[in-house]
């Protein structure tokens, strides 16, 4: 399955038992040699939400939170008959979710909304190492051949958003893993990178913590709009455009949830 073209492999937990899922992570994911994909989801049962997931990247290590993922277990646990709500919610190691699905004509989940929760600010608890109570638009030297200027956005997992231009010349795959594994970020860090159309759009890059440049990140848009907001470049209703499609995010500025609303695709079902 696919959200804006961020794909997972999904197993059902409730009928399937995976005793090693990083070795399977690796495995399948690999594009030339697995099933390919971003990374391997399972679905479980949970004693405290409706399901639980557990997410990990293509490289076996595991994710607290995925906005794209979240997204397509809505669809998967309706469409399979697991639940008949349209309400759900979801056990993850970032705390639980709320998922808001909608159905087409055919009965069909066609879009998700997910509550993200409220965005973590404080650096320690990101975490990073920068010795300031919030990170934002903060001048960073890394790897010393690399700077800009970064601000620093937990949605569970850590980001660093960096607004620049010309995002499409970037070579990402030389910048990315100098950010995500620098000191300064403990557990690594997911990268964005941001190029601003206007106030209620932006276009935006992104290198995942244990995957590489991927087509969209749910949790990274989210990160992006709420950085946007505190430098003053977006609101806190904007359209992100990724390289697999479009994310509407909310920051609502009643109750400080961040709103993810995108779509869910299953692309195929097969057995391995």
């Not at 069909?108 to 919030?134: A, N, Y």
């Amino acid at each position: 399955m696919h959200g804006t073209g961020n794909d997972y492999i999904y197993v059902n937990g409730f009928v399937e038992k995976i005793d090693n899922p990083t070795e399977f992570a690796i495995r399948w994911s690999d594009r030339h040699k697995g099933i390919g994909s971003d990374g391997l989801v399972l679905i479980l049962p949970s004693e405290t939400c409706d399901f639980r997931m557990q997410m990990l990247n293509a490289d076996g290590s595991e994710a607290e939170m995925c906005g794209n993922a979240s997204r397509c277990i809505g669809k998967f646990v309706y469409d399979k008959g697991l639940t008949t709500k349209t309400e759900l919610t979801l056990e993850t190691l970032a705390g639980t979710k709320k998922l808001k699905l909608f159905l087409g004509s055919d009965n069909i989940v066609e879009s998700v909304t997910v509550d993200m929760g409220e965005p973590i600010l404080e650096s320690g608890l990101i975490p990073t190492t920068i010795e300031k109570s919030r990170v934002v638009n903060e001048h960073v030297i890394f790897d010393d051949s690399i700077e800009y200027n970064i601000t620093c956005v937990s949605m569970g997992n850590p980001h660093a958003v960096i607004f620049t231009n010309d995002i499409d010349k970037l070579d990402l795959s030389k910048i990315g893993p100098k950010i995500e594994n620098a000191p300064i970020f403990p557990c690594r860090t997911n990268t964005e990178f941001i190029e601003i159309i206007s106030k209620d759009r932006m276009k935006m890059r992104v290198w995942e913590r244990g995957s590489g440049e991927t087509m969209a990140c749910g949790t990274g848009a989210c990160a992006s709009v709420v950085a946007g907001v505190l430098n003053g470049l977006s609101s806190h209703k904007t359209t992100v455009e990724l390289i697999g499609g479009e994310l509407d995010i909310e920051w609502n500025e009643q109750n400080n949830h961040v709103y993810l609303s995108g779509s869910a695709t299953t692309v195929f079902e097969g057995e391995i």
